[in-house]
């Protein structure tokens, strides 16, 4: 398979025709798909990411046994204070997530972030390093960046040339929405959905491509934003659109930290008028504290195991930032002297945040930086993380010209009702990889 990429490549940077025309009209082709990150395209590689299905099949495997894992984090939480304390919920938070969504899985769609680590042509090495069980994005970024990508000529040829697959995300996403309203119990044959988030977010362009999706297959769909929302005891609204589900896309602490409990959306919510997916019960195990409970030997009694080996496996070391003693590569040590010590081995984030925010590598901090960083640690909740080594890839980039660049590589698996289904592929110069810090992002092709 290597040797295939590597063909493909060098027909890549020989095509004479790539060129600063085409690199205008690949930027234009992504506006007008809205591949964008506010107004930024998200794309400025020339072929997708390609995994072999042994590959994508190891990682998958992993990934739902996972989200079953924080499956049972959540329903443990909910019955013992001493792991809902861990958790770090504010008390709304954790009065949100005692309320029954009305359906059985913990979310409807999640996504599990990975680093790659290389260990050979037919096995791949990954570490998850954070559950976005709330508001994954990224979802209808696949079938959009395959219009661009694939009308290119080498990937043309390479694509008939190879027997492959390609996810369907987006297709998952509403096939686990109207599963979702169907356990809720909702009656409506072409149920109404609503995608709410804060009026002008950089994901903004997302919500438009998943819009024009959901309405194709039937399903009126309307974006709004959380101030839209109004509801008589009856029904939830946005506007004048009567809403049957409720794609919730704003964050659930933002969402907190502005509005209280006579808020339609909570009122809906608790009187079971709006079937809203994810629910606010995710939040317990989108908290980066989960981790810390996978990896300490102290919870292990919560999981069978096969659920042990992979986090064993694919888990990196992770404790919640406190003055308290531990164990770190089987030797007893105080935690806060460990950090400290050993900033080059660490990665310190804060159990709630998004985009990069609030992120410190230990590695390109000095002495007093990290100092800094560990004392702001200790005020507020956060994670310590051991670090792993991240897998880099090359592949053709253009700016003014084709190049092949090395860069990070993660692997973000989509999760719909626990199952995988394709993944988020960002790729950066820097170790901290997310869009939102300036990263990129490629398809996923899987080869057979």
């Not at 506007?239 to 339609?264: A, C, S």
């Not at 994810?278 to 069978?304: C, M, Q, T, W």
């Amino acid at each position: 398979m290597d040797q295939r990429i590597s063909k493909l490549d060098s027909a890549i940077l020989s095509d004479r025709s790539l060129g600063p025309p085409v690199f205008d009209q690949l930027r234009q082709a992504q506006k007008k798909l809205r591949l964008l990150h506010g107004d930024r395209p998200t794309c400025p590689f020339l072929r997708p990411y390609i995994l072999s299905r042994q590959q994508y099949e190891q990682i998958k495997y992993a990934a739902e046994v996972m989200a079953h894992a924080f499956e049972k984090i959540a329903h443990e939480a909910l019955r013992n204070p001493k792991l809902m304390a861990m958790l770090c919920l504010t008390p709304l938070e954790e009065e949100m997530a005692r309320i029954d969504p009305g359906y059985s899985r913990l979310c409807v769609n999640s996504r599990l972030d990975a680093y790659l680590t290389s260990q050979g042509q037919t096995s791949q090495g990954f570490q998850f390093l954070e559950y976005n069980a709330e508001t994954p994005a990224g979802v209808g970024d696949q079938m959009q960046l395959e219009k661009i990508l694939f009308t290119l000529p080498a990937v043309k040829e390479f694509l008939s040339n190879n027997a492959h697959w390609l996810p369907q995300p987006h297709r998952a996403l509403l096939n686990s929405l109207l599963d979702a309203y169907r356990e809720w119990d909702g009656a409506e044959e072409k149920p109404q959905i609503a995608i709410v988030d804060w009026r002008g977010v950089p994901t903004e362009s997302e919500f438009e491509v998943l819009q024009d999706f959901f309405v194709s297959c039937g399903y009126p769909t309307v974006i709004a934003d959380p101030h839209d929302l109004s509801y008589d005891g009856d029904r939830l609204s946005a506007k004048d659109f009567r809403v049957d589900i409720l794609y919730k896309r704003v964050v659930i602490h933002e969402f907190l930290n502005r509005f209280n409990h006579e808020h339609p959306l909570i009122r809906a919510y608790k009187d079971k008028r709006v079937c809203m997916a994810n629910s606010f019960r995710p939040k317990l195990v989108h908290k980066k504290a989960g981790f810390a409970i996978l990896s300490d030997p102290e919870y292990h009694y919560l999981f069978e195991p096969h659920e042990l080996e992979v986090i064993r496996a694919h888990i990196p070391w992770t404790r919640l930032v406190k003055t308290s003693k531990t164990s770190f590569q089987g030797v007893e040590c105080d935690l806060l002297s460990l950090i400290s010590e050993h900033r080059d081995q660490f990665v310190l984030k804060p159990n709630d945040d998004y985009g990069g925010h609030g992120v410190f590598l230990g590695w390109e901090c000095d002495a007093g930086a990290w100092e800094l960083a560990l004392k702001q640690a200790t005020v507020r909740p956060y994670v310590v993380q051991e670090r792993v080594a991240v897998q880099k890839t090359t592949i053709p980039a253009y700016s003014d010209r084709v190049s092949l660049d090395e860069l990070y590589v993660d692997f973000n698996p989509f999760l719909f009702l626990n199952e995988v289904e394709g993944a988020l592929i960002r790729l950066s110069a820097s170790a901290l990889l997310n869009v939102s810090s300036g990263g990129g992002q490629t398809a996923l092709l899987v080869l057979e």
